[in-house]
């Protein structure tokens, strides 16, 4: 079963009655609480499996308080929270781990976004949107709301599922794209060329990476943590094929013979070895990258190298502060 399903329904079987109760204990309860399962860990992605329930994982659930009852009702939630069942539909008990801690229970809804992307609501203007890590939002994002009785905690939710403002789209769209030109258009064959393999294959990462995150931020999706940014792409409605891509990117290939072999006439366009899979792999995907940015009316340039697509998109930024940065940050 996956872990957001368990959680459901062991809200449903022992949390909602529980909360029922608070509510006849404590009136200031009533009408006050939100529940679910939200943060981090595979199962708010729905990402999990069987090898993801060695830790982290369990019965559970989170139940959000506004700050004020929080402080004052907060230990005896929680104390009732405690004294469920730890066993469910058999399934053990949640086993916590050092980095486990406070992700389920008793929590508070400002603290809980604080703890998530540095602030306890969403951010206001474009600079405080484009400091927060993408990952984060994606927590921030994900999993699900069973229970919402005054709607603060999805108030706040749903501002950031709203998604960037455009403008700070624009500048990481830009960032993602100059770094994909120079880690894989541009370094990765030269570090190929001069025979540092290692180097070679941090450019490569490096512009899976970018990929990855690109490709979230034209779907309008934030980008999860790198465990799973790749997996991800198999649910997005634009460029799902860069999946595919990627996985054969990372597959094994003896590059080091194919650059040894190559001549003159096995480069295209100068740069792009036709006897190296990969270099043809990663430019197809930055060809992909490039229609949709066409589609979507963020660059005008016609090049098949991405740097003169970033700085067209930076071009048709219109905050001046952000339109100010450099090419690479965001």
């Not at 034209?218 to 465990?227: D, G």
């Amino acid at each position: 079963m996956k872990g957001l399903t368990l959680a459901r329904r062991y809200f449903e079987a022992y949390g909602r009655p529980m909360l029922t109760e608070l509510s006849g204990k404590y009136p200031a309860l009533q009408g006050q609480f939100a529940a679910g399962l939200v943060g981090q860990g595979s199962e708010c992605l729905g990402f999990d499996d069987i090898l993801s329930q060695d830790h982290d994982f369990g019965p559970s659930f989170c139940i959000w308080l506004p700050e004020k009852l929080y402080l004052q009702y907060g230990p005896y939630c929680q104390e009732a929270y405690d004294s469920l069942p730890k066993e469910f539909e058999g399934y053990p008990a949640r086993q916590v781990t050092a980095f486990g801690t406070d992700r389920v229970g008793v929590l508070e809804i400002g603290m809980f976004y604080t703890r998530l992307i540095g602030r306890d609501a969403a951010p206001q203007s474009n600079a405080e949107w484009m400091w927060i890590p993408e990952s984060r939002l994606s927590q921030a994002t994900c999993g699900e709301v069973f229970l919402d009785e005054p709607g603060i905690f999805s108030a706040i939710r749903q501002d950031l599922l709203a998604y960037y403002p455009e403008d700070v789209r624009k500048k990481k769209i830009a960032a993602r794209l100059a770094a994909m030109a120079q880690s894989g258009q541009y370094n990765y064959g030269r570090l190929c060329q001069r025979g540092e393999w290692t180097g070679a294959t941090l450019a490569l990462m490096e512009f899976v990476k970018n990929a990855c995150s690109v490709v979230h931020l034209l779907n309008r999706r934030y980008t999860p943590f790198y465990k799973w940014m790749h997996k991800s792409l198999e649910q997005m409605p634009l460029l799902q094929e860069v999946y595919g891509l990627l996985d054969q990117l990372t597959d094994v290939f003896d590059s080091r013979r194919a650059w040894r072999t190559a001549g003159p006439e096995d480069f295209l366009l100068g740069t792009i070895n036709k006897k190296d899979n990969r270099a043809v792999l990663l430019e197809t995907v930055c060809q992909l990258v490039i229609r949709t940015l066409w589609d979507q009316g963020l660059s005008d340039a016609q090049d098949p190298y991405l740097e003169p697509h970033a700085l067209s998109v930076m071009q048709k930024i219109e905050d001046p502060a952000i339109a100010a940065l450099q090419l690479m940050e965001g």
